[in-house]
């Protein structure tokens, strides 16, 4: 490995959209990383994509990055893949690691060691919050995703623990490669940029903040429900700020917001997507961050929150504990009431805010972007890759 540098050829396609989803940020956070990292000096770096959607990769700027392109458009690359006719895909790219970023994965010889994210199992403990179109792709095709990879990544102890329940096959093969926050970027701003952003998007004053796709799983419906129940004096006070685009089965979700504002709450939902140069302030602005969701693989928002010096209500379930400690309040998301009960706790206990605030901002500190590239780099060293 001294005489020749090791190529890490990472899928790219959770990179390519105009709006990028927590899986993608994730993903380009590691790249960003690997770029700087040090220790990721014997190694070559090459995003991969299907033919013509190199450009879409482009437009991150990613500084010493080399991007590759497939022979194949995508929907070809998709549809052999499912046909299981694709040919292993470092027979055009060369032998190297492959990681793959977003569950799905592609065919490698046996000259290349795979690496493969699954970040939860939602589509297995929640079929009914997931999109079916997506839970029947999983549904189908993770067992063989899962088998053929070296390696599954996953981003916290309880994934882990999720995977290897559902697929004990694949249980002696997962490693955790934790998510992390940016402090260079997320900290508490200045007020003159909280005041611009309010401005930018048409947000108002001493705001709730709910940052997510409006989907099942992020538990909205019964948020809306649990803040509908706040006094008149409390709502009026501290107006809910719903960020995030329109995601699937969200009918219940909208019909509940409707009745929220019927009944006199003030539920604000930007008209502009907020682009990710603007989630610092946006976080710094917000009296608290809202994140009772029923599932999630990780707390990203939270974590990015907490850096930034903002409270947060949480679920008691899933990985976010795991992510956020003791600097949170936690609630049962299946209870209304006691989303109301904590809510009203949060906005009322001004000791508790305080305490809250300076847990929030250490706890964020033991998660960075160079530990999780460093985790990555130390699995990818000890691995047993052929040839390489």
Not at 44 to 55: R, S
Not at 175 to 183: F, Y
Not at 241 to 258: M, Q, R, Y
Not at 346 to 367: C, H, M, P, V, Y
Request: charged letters at 25%.
């Amino acid at each position: 490995m001294a005489d020749k540098k090791v190529k890490i050829f990472i899928e790219a396609l959770p990179l390519t959209t105009t709006k990028i989803s927590g899986i993608g940020y994730m993903l380009k956070s590691l790249v960003i990383e690997l770029a700087s990292n040090k220790a990721a000096k014997d190694y070559e770096v090459v995003l991969f994509v299907p033919k013509g959607a190199a450009k879409l990769v482009r437009q991150h700027d990613f500084t010493g990055i080399a991007i590759a392109e497939l022979p194949l458009h995508q929907r070809f690359v998709t549809w052999f893949n499912f046909l299981g006719i694709l040919p292993p895909v470092d027979r055009w790219l060369g032998p190297g690691v492959y990681l793959f970023g977003n569950y799905t994965n592609y065919p490698i010889s046996k000259k290349s060691y795979s690496m493969t994210f699954f970040y939860d199992l939602c589509f297995k403990r929640y079929p009914e919050l997931v999109e079916p179109k997506v839970r029947a792709v999983l549904r189908k095709f993770a067992p063989t995703w899962l088998a053929r990879t070296d390696l599954v990544l996953t981003a916290s102890d309880f994934s882990k623990k999720e995977i290897a329940k559902f697929f004990p096959a694949s249980s002696k093969k997962i490693s955790v490669i934790p998510g992390g926050v940016d402090g260079g970027v997320f900290y508490k701003r200045r007020q003159n940029e909280t005041e611009s952003l309010r401005k930018k998007y048409g947000l108002p004053k001493d705001y709730l903040l709910f940052l997510s796709n409006i989907e099942p799983r992020k538990n909205l419906e019964r948020l809306v429900n649990a803040y509908a129940r706040l006094t008149p004096e409390t709502r009026d006070k501290h107006p809910l700020v719903l960020v995030g685009g329109d995601g699937w089965l969200n009918k219940p979700i909208h019909d509940a917001i409707t009745a929220a504002r019927a009944q006199g709450c003030s539920i604000v939902q930007p008209k502009e997507y907020v682009v990710d140069e603007d989630l610092p302030a946006l976080h710094s602005g917000a009296v608290a961050l809202l994140q009772p969701s029923i599932y999630e693989g990780f707390g990203l928002s939270p974590l990015q929150a907490m850096a930034c010096g903002t409270p947060v209500l949480s679920s008691k379930t899933a990985s976010l504990p795991e992510v956020t400690g003791k600097a949170a309040v936690y609630v049962d998301p299946y209870n209304v009431e006691d989303i109301r009960d904590k809510l009203e706790q949060l906005l009322t206990d001004n000791d508790l805010r305080t305490e809250l605030i300076r847990l929030g901002i250490s706890r964020a500190k033991q998660f960075g972007w160079s530990k999780s590239t460093d985790d990555l780099l130390r699995l990818i060293k000890t691995a047993r890759i052929p040839e390489l």
